[in-house]
């Protein structure tokens, strides 16, 4: 996501662990859980889901995942005006977006996109992204 390209095996290798965090977390099953389903279109989560399953995911993999890391991750080298305008993604931004977000399918990025709405695009994959991502920078600073 950020430095250096996250592989498939890294992936599957927090995938079980995020599915059962994520099933406790939104009380649904855990093969409910797949790699590319919407959490908030396909599991109905909510912006409260996302701050219980970030604080289990912490908890789980013994990781700190700051809040807002995501969209400020997805935002890369651009700064806020060039990311977002009047609380829309710009052209610039929704490029960055889906480069940053390269796991979610072309045809669910909508223009234009309401930077509120970035989470809709969220997936269990993106979150193990994000793990692996707290435990490189764990592992550097330690």
């Excluded at 005006?81 to 977006?97: I, S």
């Excluded at 909508?110 to 269990?124: G, S, Y």
């Amino acid at each position: 996501m950020t430095q250096q390209e996250i592989t498939c095996d890294e992936i599957m290798a927090v995938f079980p662990t995020i599915a059962e965090t994520m099933a406790d977390a939104l009380g649904c099953d855990v093969d409910d859980i797949k790699l590319d389903v919407s959490l908030v279109e396909g599991l109905d989560a909510e912006s409260i889901d996302f701050l219980d399953m970030v604080f289990r995911l912490e908890r789980a993999f013994k990781v700190r995942i700051p809040r807002g890391e995501i969209v400020e991750n997805a935002r890369g080298t651009l700064s806020e005006a060039e990311f977002e305008q009047n609380g829309l993604v710009t052209d610039a931004g929704l490029a960055q977006l889906r480069a940053y977000l390269s796991e979610i399918p072309a045809e669910r990025f909508k223009t234009p996109t309401k930077v509120k709405d970035i989470p809709r695009l969220f997936t269990p994959e993106t979150f193990c992204k994000l793990v692996i991502s707290a435990q490189r920078s764990a592992k550097a600073a330690g």
